[in-house]
Antibody, heavy 118, light 106 residues
Framework: QVQLQESGPGLVKPSETLSLTCAVS?????????WGWIRQPPGKGLEWIGS???????YYNPSLKSRVTISVDTSKNQFSLKLSSVTAADTAVYYC???????????WGQGTMVTVSS | EIVMTQSPATLSVSPGERATLSCRAS??????LAWYQQKPGQAPRLLIY???TRATGIPARFSGSGSGTEFTLTISSLQSEDFAVYYC????????FGPGTKVDIK
């Protein structure tokens, strides 16, 4: 069974770059599927940030595209998110997720809270 | 961008009653629509995909219907564990989520 686990700093300073990693277990990331990042500001709804296919192709939310980079490290079986020039508006729980057995996000990590503050 | 809307924002229901949640897309998403349940402090859980197919392990009291721009999630007889926030999400284009419907105890 595929499992996802996010990791990274819980506090990031304004204007800096937020960096998170999602470790994948139970499946080889290079074998298929696509792997995504979704965030949820406190008390608010869900926002898709972007996804990366096993081939390396990336797709980003147009509203965040200029600041987002998603990459895959097949040697570590993980994928990563970088969000540059963060502000308080980027404070959120960040989830990694993937459609594995369906076309929707059927596997989610537990989420990691990231606060942007000086 | 395909904008998703959900109604009502809050639905107050008694245990054992039926709950009907609505989701609308700003343009057709065919049947590329999913429903998620989220409880406080937890990640969303996939309930329905393809507008009407239950995900693995989801009880039969959850059902989805619709296509195009209008969708419905029905919970036939609410159990205590069903009180949560429900989100719809389209994946016909780059994914977008609705704002959610909170189902609370009447």
């Amino acid at each position: 069974q595929v499992q996802l686990q996010e990791s990274g700093p819980g506090l990031v300073k304004p204007s800096e770059t937020l960096s998170l990693t999602c470790a994948v277990s139970g499946y080889s990331i290079s074998s298929g599927y696509y792997w995504g990042w979704i965030r949820q500001p406190p008390g608010k709804g869900l926002e898709w940030i972007g996804s990366i296919y096993h081939s390396g192709s990336t797709y980003y939310n147009p509203s965040l595209k200029s600041r987002v980079t998603i990459s895959v490290d097949t040697s570590k079986n993980q994928f990563s998110l970088k969000l540059s020039s963060v502000t308080a508006a980027d404070t959120a729980v960040y989830y990694c997720a993937s459609p594995t057995m369906t076309d929707a996000f059927d596997i989610w990590g537990q989420g990691t809270m990231v606060t942007v503050s000086s | 961008e395909i904008v998703m809307t959900q109604s009502p924002a809050t639905l107050s229901v008694s245990p054992g009653e039926r709950a009907t949640l609505s989701c609308r897309a700003s343009q057709s998403v065919s049947s590329n629509l999913a429903w998620y349940q989220q409880k406080p402090g937890q990640a969303p859980r996939l309930l329905i995909y393809g507008a009407s197919t239950r995900a693995t392990g989801i009880p039969a009291r959850f059902s989805g219907s619709g296509s195009g721009t209008e969708f419905t999630l029905t919970i036939s007889s609410l159990q205590s564990e069903d009180f949560a926030v429900y989100y719809c999400q389209q994946y016909n284009n780059w994914p977008t989520f609705g704002p959610g419907t909170k189902v609370d105890i009447k």
